[in-house]
Nanobody, 115 residues
Framework: QVQLVESGGGLVQAGGSLRLSCAASGNTARINVMSWYRQGLGKQRELVADITSGGGARYVDSVKGRFTISRDNAKNMGYLEMNNLKPEDTAIYYC?????????WGQGTQVTVSS
């Protein structure tokens, strides 16, 4: 079983920055994909970015050039660096890890961007 705990959310003004962290514990497989999703009020959950255990990353178009996903495999940590934040980035952000054993989710961390 894998547990994921997000941290780093908060309230920030438009144009500001936040760094989200995801701590993974338990029996994580060596090969996996770590992702960040978000869900705004009244909206569907959407994939923001993902990164393989080898370091390959992808981003949704709306965050390209502003967000950077990274991971530290030795520490079982994932990160989402968010710059030039916009009010439309306001959402609960969830960490997800998928490997051959399963699909795991954290509890989410709130990000609120004021205009």
């Amino acid at each position: 079983q894998v547990q994921l705990v997000e941290s780093g959310g908060g309230l920030v003004q438009a144009g500001g920055s936040l760094r989200l962290s995801c701590a993974a514990s338990g029996n994580t497989a060596r090969i996996n994909v770590m992702s960040w999703y978000r869900q705004g009020l009244g909206k569907q959950r959407e994939l923001v970015a993902d990164i393989t255990s080898g370091g390959g990353a992808r981003y949704v178009d709306s965050v390209k050039g502003r967000f950077t996903i990274s991971r530290d495999n030795a520490k079982n940590m994932g990160y989402l660096e968010m710059n030039n934040l916009k009010p439309e980035d306001t959402a609960i952000y969830y960490c997800n890890l998928m490997d051959v054993e399963g699909d795991y989710w954290g509890q989410g961390t709130q990000v609120t961007v004021s205009s």
